[in-house]
């Protein structure tokens, strides 16, 4: 489900394969469909309010990719960091959306050390990571001390199973080998991918402490 590849290649070299060939196949943004304005509608109107409710101040966007519908949010809060492991992407975003209280930065999330904020956004990440990389993942955002994880979930998936990372599945981070609880809040999103509807796809929000990570 994703563009071919060589499963050789380091996570970096996957990414920016896909984002210099445009890989998944997307015209208005090469972060992919679920990034368009359309498949966002949900989130965009969301975030701010989910802000607001935690009293986040400060935030890291991971995987930010191109930040093509997170420039159109207005983000009340001190400190902004977008993060990817594609160091042309950070350049772009750096130069076209820097500011004072956003910056970019090039960030292996499965390796590097992530700066402690109040929350850590990582949309559409672990959808197309291994069980390993999502692992290694989860125990450098626990290292960070940052306080909540909003990620991507689909509630209606039974059973999750692993992939290369580079490839995509839904994942239901509520199931084996996650057993997340239940989220402090939830957001809906209802997208559209490839002809048919993600009815169950959601962005939930947990405390960092209070996941299980080994």
């Known amino acids: 489900m994703s563009p071919a590849r060589d499963t050789t290649m380091t996570m970096k070299e996957i990414f920016t394969r896909?984002?210099?060939h445009n890989g998944w196949g997307n015209s208005e943004t090469t972060s992919g469909s679920g990034s368009s304005i359309f498949n966002t509608v949900a989130i965009r109107r969301e975030l701010p309010f989910v802000i607001k409710e935690l009293g986040v101040r400060s935030m890291i966007d991971v995987p930010c990719g191109d930040h093509h519908w997170m420039r159109e949010v207005t983000l009340d809060i001190d400190e902004y960091i977008g993060a990817d492991i594609v160091p042309e992407l950070v350049e772009r975003n750096s130069r076209t959306s820097g500011s004072e209280r956003k910056r970019f930065c090039h960030l292996d999330?499965?390796?590097d050390a992530l700066p402690r904020v109040d929350l850590i956004f990582c949309r559409d990440c672990f959808v197309h990571f291994s069980f390993a990389d999502i692992?290694?993942?989860?125990q450098t955002m626990r290292q960070s001390r940052s306080i909540y994880l909003?990620?991507?979930t689909f509630t209606g998936i039974e059973e999750n199973y692993d992939i290369d990372t580079g490839d995509w599945r839904p994942l239901n981070l509520q199931r084996r080998l996650?057993?997340?609880p239940a989220p402090l809040l939830i957001v809906?999103?209802?997208g559209i991918w490839d002809g048919g509807e993600d009815s169950d796809k959601c962005m939930g929000v947990w405390n960092i402490n209070d996941l299980l990570v080994s």
């Open 188 to 190: 809906r999103e209802h």
């Open 150 to 152: 909003m990620t991507t």
């Open 178 to 180: 996650f057993q997340f």
């Open 109 to 111: 999330v499965t390796r």
């Open 18 to 20: 896909i984002y210099q």
């Open 135 to 138: 692992r290694r993942s989860l």
